[in-house]
């Protein structure tokens, strides 16, 4: 018990350093742009420097999101605080989808006011720094929310490496503006920057709005049922009514677990305890699940393995793996198999 608390204590200390990391590194970023910007005067550097405004509050926002979520579940939140991190996560795709607004909005001024662009040599270096350095960031967020089950990290880092691919476009459209001499470039870029921008919120705040919506998560089912295969021992004759609930790092998980029907309480209660403990040894996260148990009523027969069952009606013959379509089903047969 000692040790799980430790390697909780251990991950939010992770989490919390990653999203600090993300506010150091995007605070820089931003002056470095804003430092081109006023030395260019391009359009599509500005639409880069108005994302990393959005990426400073939002790492802000992420980094109080990812506190909030490391407190244990109490009275008040018995599941846990683990969903800010699905708040957090609309939060930063509205704050993009802002943005992308801003900057078509800016980009629209360039075509029609077509501002003079200079020292294009400079800005484009700082701008390719700044993308580099976004890559870095992006993939380290996005590796450490992915291990240590954050969806607060992985929206950061996924708005992050939105911002590389902003400095690609920009140090394109300023070396068009170089190699040409047609400053129409530097605000079609901008636009293009926009609309790109535009799609990710739109994708970050929809992703966010099915787990607040408790959303089905297929990916997790898939991992669970295949835990449930990996894990299964006799007596643990089949499993339906499946439906599970992510929490940040936290998963909640219930079941109806189908067991022999001349077990006692005590019985079906510790085999679905180690149950439990064997499946979430093999998860890279944390949970529970609660078991609701379901006699056999005799109908499992072929499919269950127990050996000197006083009650079969028909030889086993074989156990085949579960699938996801059927553990979520939320009826199995009760009619005794015919003999």
């Known amino acids: 018990m000692a040790d799980s608390v430790s390697d909780l204590r251990r991950d939010e200390r992770v989490r919390l350093g990653a999203g600090l990391v993300s506010l150091v590194v995007g605070v820089a970023l931003l002056g470095a742009k804003y430092v081109a910007y ?6 599509a550097i500005l639409s880069d420097a108005l994302e990393s405004i959005v990426n400073v509050v939002a790492a802000l926002f992420a980094l109080g999101g990812l506190v909030f ?19 957090s ?36 270096l700082i701008t390719i720094g700044a993308g580099f350095a976004n890559a870095a960031l992006g993939w380290f967020l996005i590796r450490t929310g992915r291990r240590y089950q954050s969806l607060t990290l992985v929206a950061d880092g996924q708005h992050v490496l939105s911002d590389f691919w902003t400095s690609v476009g920009v140090a394109v459209g300023l070396g068009l503006v170089m190699l040409t001499g047609m400053p129409f470039f530097d605000p079609l870029v901008a636009a293009i920057v926009g609309v790109n921008l535009a799609w990710t919120g739109v994708r970050l705040v929809r992703h966010a709005a099915g787990g607040l919506l408790d959303e089905e998560d ?16 006799s007596g643990i004759i089949r499993l339906h009514y499946l439906r599970a609930i992510r929490a940040g790092r936290f998963t909640h998980v219930d079941a109806h677990l189908v ?5 006692s309480v005590e019985t079906a209660h510790d085999v679905a305890d180690d149950f439990e403990r064997r499946i979430f040894e093999t998860l890279p996260s944390d949970g529970e699940i609660a078991f609701h148990t379901d006699p ?12 000197d069952c006083p009650i079969r009606v028909v030889p086993f013959t ?16 009760t009619k005794p198999q015919a003999a």
């Open 259 to 263: 067991v022999p029907e001349f077990w």
């Open 296 to 307: 056999c009523r005799r109908a499992y027969c072929s499919t269950c393995d127990i050996r």
């Open 318 to 333: 074989s156990r085949m793996p579960m699938t996801v379509a059927e553990a979520v089903q939320p009826d199995f047969p």
């Open 89 to 124: 996560g609309a939060f930063e795709g509205g704050l993009i989808a802002f943005a992308a607004v801003l900057i078509i909005y800016q980009a629209v001024l360039g075509f029609v006011l077509a501002p003079e662009v200079r020292q294009l040599d400079v800005g484009l």
């Open 218 to 233: 297929t990916e997790l089912l898939q991992k669970l049922v295949e835990a449930f295969n990996r894990n299964q021992t």
């Open 38 to 43: 006023r030395l260019t005067g391009s359009t």
């Open 69 to 87: 979520a490391g407190r244990p579940a109490d009275r008040s939140h018995p599941y846990g605080h683990g969903k800010i991190e699905f708040f």
